[in-house]
């Protein structure tokens, strides 16, 4: 394993629901990335945290809601998605966000399906 | 632009066989590129990782080569396994004002038979 968990592994969720994807890493890292992989387009980066702070938000809609309590855990909170919303979201972390050398361990994903 | 394009979009060998993928990418200012391997249901692992000073990068049965001039790179698996059966995506970081960027490529998803 990488030593980044994701939880849940599958969500079925309606348009009108609020849940929470889970993310945590046991690299001792100070950065945390969250993604959005759909099938057959590349990764698309959503959100960067860097010791707790937000670092960079790629326009990515209000529906969707990052918090990083701590440099080990991250949460993605989502509410009234769209069915295009659906996807596996992946969250990764590094040593920091600005090394040359910069290796990102990704976790398993969580593969959300928006009804 | 900042792009990175693979092919073939899909791969169909046979166990034992040899093969190579493709990325080309236009990204400046190229800092470094690396090879992911994604398993069904998993999240991507690094393979590999050169700078613009290495031609080439071995990891086991994969070796891949980096050609800055013509912003060329390939993967090649030697003696394919069953296990090789997976995306491999192409990743090309660039530097501005010290920070990082990663462009990603759409992957070749690669299918090793029996």
């Known amino acids: 394993e990488t030593g980044v968990t994701q939880t849940p592994r599958h969500l079925v969720m309606g348009m009108t629901n609020k849940k929470s994807l889970k993310c945590e890493q046991h690299?001792?890292?100070?950065?945390m990335y969250w993604y959005k992989q759909s099938a057959k387009k590349p990764l698309e980066l959503m959100f960067v945290?860097?010791?707790?702070?937000?670092?960079e938000n790629n326009s990515v809609p209000s529906r969707f809601s990052p918090e990083c309590p701590n440099s080990s855990h991250l949460f993605l909170h989502l509410h009234t998605l769209q069915p295009e919303d659906s996807a596996l979201y992946l969250c990764?972390?590094?040593?920091?966000?600005?090394?040359?050398?910069?290796?990102?361990?990704f976790g398993p994903g969580t593969r959300l399906t928006v009804l | 632009k900042n792009q990175v394009e693979q092919s073939p979009q899909s791969l169909i060998i046979l166990e034992g066989k040899n093969c190579t993928l493709q990325c080309n990418y236009t990204v400046s200012p190229f800092s470094n590129l690396r090879w992911y391997k994604q398993d069904t249901g998993r999240g991507p692992v690094s393979l590999t990782i050169?700078?613009?000073?290495?031609n080439t990068k071995s990891n086991g049965r994969y070796t891949a080569t980096l050609d800055a001039d013509t912003k060329q790179s390939s993967l090649h698996i030697t003696a394919s396994q069953l296990s090789d059966s997976a995306s491999y995506i192409c990743v090309v970081s660039r530097t501005t004002s010290g920070t990082y960027k990663y462009i990603f490529g759409t992957g070749t998803r690669l299918k090793v038979l029996a």
């Open positions: 050169m700078t613009f000073s290495e």
């Open positions: 945290y860097s010791l707790e702070e937000r670092v």
């Open positions: 690299l001792g890292h100070n950065a």
């Open positions: 990764a972390s590094s040593q920091e966000t600005h090394l040359s050398y910069n290796e990102q361990f």
